[in-house]
């Protein structure tokens, strides 16, 4: 059964620092592109990152460009999402999702979702 | 960034009633246009994918339409467990948006 488990989401101060982590199982992880959604208490969907199954090509959305590194290491089937100078507007629940290319037709999307971690920025 | 706009906000219906949701792109993104529900406390599910294709396992109720900037989610007769929120997401680039989301609820 594919599993996406996310971790390492805490209380943190602004300015602070914190990477979160998503084990992955159940599918052949370094086949697949990833990505990172996040929520806000009350909120919407915001995408945040992707990284391809290679790890070789990233993406990020303008609110955390120059302050989130996604990276993966598919020797441990694990996604990683290091996260600094944070704001308190980052806080939110934040989801990893596997990232699929459907052939016919042809497109991405999220085909399935971890449960999510939260972090909460503030003092 | 090509920004997703969702209409309605929320909409009240009952059981058995014909659901419309719409999302529009600030620009042509083809095809590439899918459909989410996400209950409370849930993680999002896909829905759709490619504006039409139906996610396996998704119930044949729910359908997409669209092409460009127009698309729309119907759900031809809602069930209980439809009651949720719907978002729309994009991805003609790499910098994927969606919508700021449709929460349906119980008239």
């Known amino acids: 059964e594919m599993q996406l488990v996310e971790s390492g989401g805490r209380l943190v101060q602004p300015g602070g620092s914190l990477r979160l982590s998503c084990a992955a199982s159940g599918f052949a992880f370094s086949n697949y592109a990833m990505t990172w959604v996040r929520q806000a208490p009350g909120k919407g969907l915001e995408w945040v990152s992707a990284i391809k199954g290679s790890g070789g090509s990233t993406s990020y959305a303008d609110s955390v460009k120059g302050r989130f590194t996604i990276s993966r290491d598919n020797s441990k089937d694990t996604l990683y999402l290091q996260m600094n100078s944070l704001r308190a507007e980052d806080t939110a629940v934040y989801y990893c999702?596997?990232?699929?290319?459907?052939?016919?037709?042809?497109?991405?999307?999220?085909?399935?979702w971890g449960q999510g971690t939260l972090l909460t920025v503030s003092s | 960034d090509i920004q997703m706009t969702q209409s309605p906000s929320s909409l009240s219906a009952s059981v058995g009633d014909r659901v419309t949701i719409t999302c529009r792109a600030s620009q042509n993104i083809n095809n590439y246009l899918n459909w989410y529900q996400q209950k409370p406390g849930k993680a999002p599910k896909l829905l759709i994918y490619v504006t039409s294709s139906l996610q396996s396992g998704v119930p044949s109720r729910f359908s997409g339409s669209g092409s460009g900037t127009d698309f729309t989610l119907t759900i031809s007769s809602l069930q209980p467990e439809d009651f949720a929120t719907y978002y729309c997401?994009?991805?003609?680039?790499?910098?994927?948006?969606f919508g700021q989301g449709t929460k349906v609820e119980v008239k």
């Open positions: 997401q994009q991805s003609y680039n790499t910098l994927w948006t």
């Open positions: 999702a596997k990232a699929q290319l459907f052939e016919v037709p042809q497109g991405w999307g999220a085909d399935y």
